[in-house]
């Protein structure tokens, strides 16, 4: 079991900001920027690799609500960066797939 199901599962706290049936939004512990959201799917997929086609709705559903909470947080007007990082290049530390919402600064490009 991740950090992550137990944010879920309410075992550990986690400052919410979005919720329905098929996803969790919560601020980022240890945020890298002024706003710094991880929006995750209820369903345990631990990696992009784990993906198969009955994932597309849920995966859809992520990208339309990340961009609902970016709007919700101030961000939609000045921009924003959306990341997945994916396994071991990219830095992946929580084995359930999380689309990171950063915003309120200028970000670089490319990343680090
Ligand atoms: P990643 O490196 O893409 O797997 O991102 C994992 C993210 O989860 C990091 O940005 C951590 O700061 C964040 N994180 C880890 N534990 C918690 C927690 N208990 N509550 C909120 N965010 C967390």
């Known amino acids: 079991?991740?950090?992550?199901?137990?944010?879920?599962?309410?075992e550990i706290p986690a400052d919410i900001v979005y919720e329905d049936d098929l996803c969790l939004a919560f601020k980022d512990i240890n945020p890298k920027a002024?706003?710094?959201i991880?929006?995750?799917?209820?369903?345990?997929?631990?990696?992009?690799?784990d993906l198969v086609q009955e994932d597309k709705e849920?995966?859809?559903?992520?990208?339309?609500k990340a961009s609902d909470i970016a709007r919700q947080q101030?961000?939609?007007?000045?921009g924003y960066r959306i990341v997945i990082n994916n396994r071991e290049n990219a830095g992946q530390e929580v084995f359930h797939i999380h689309i990171h919402?950063?915003?309120?600064?200028?970000?670089?490009?490319?990343p680090g």
Not at 1 to 10: D, G, L
Not at 74 to 78: H, K, M, N, P, V
Not at 101 to 110: A, T
């Open 38 to 49: 991880l929006l995750i799917p209820k369903r345990k997929i631990p990696t992009m690799d």
């Open 101 to 110: 919402i950063l915003g309120g600064r200028k970000m670089s490009w490319p």
């Open 58 to 64: 849920i995966m859809g559903h992520l990208i339309l």
């Open 74 to 78: 101030g961000l939609a007007q000045d």
């Open 34 to 36: 002024p706003v710094h």
């Open 1 to 10: 079991m991740t950090i992550f199901t137990k944010i879920i599962n309410r």
